[in-house]
Nanobody, 115 residues
Framework: QVQLVESGGGLVQPGGSLRLSCTAS????????MAWYRQAPGKERELVAR???????IYTDSVKGRFTISRDNAKNTVYLQMNSLEPEDTAVYYC?????????WGQGTQVTVSS
């Protein structure tokens, strides 16, 4: 069992930055692929960025060049650095830990980009 706790969301103006953090319980954090998803009102949840246990990175096209996912296995934490934020980035952001056949989700953190 893995418990995930996100933090770092909030209200930011367009063009601003936020860093999300997700800290996991347990002693085997390093073997999980970690990811950030988001869900905007009226839309399906979508993958934003993913980092495997080996460090392979995947980004959805709309955030490439603006968002950076990273992990610190010593701290059981995954980060999402979000720069040049746009109103379209407004959503609840969820942390995900996955290692087949298991997947775990955090409770979500709200990110609102508005002037």
């Amino acid at each position: 069992q893995v418990q995930l706790v996100e933090s770092g969301g909030g209200l930011v103006q367009p063009g601003g930055s936020l860093r999300l953090s997700c800290t996991a319980s347990g002693r085997v954090f390093s073997i999980y692929a970690m990811a950030w998803y988001r869900q905007a009102p009226g839309k399906e949840r979508e993958l934003v960025a993913r980092i495997t246990s080996g460090g392979t990175l995947i980004y959805t096209d709309s955030v490439k060049g603006r968002f950076t996912i990273s992990r610190d296995n010593a701290k059981n934490t995954v980060y999402l650095q979000m720069n040049s934020l746009e109103p379209e980035d407004t959503a609840v952001y969820y942390c995900n830990a996955a290692r087949s056949p298991y997947a775990y989700w955090g409770q979500g953190t709200q990110v609102t980009v508005s002037s």
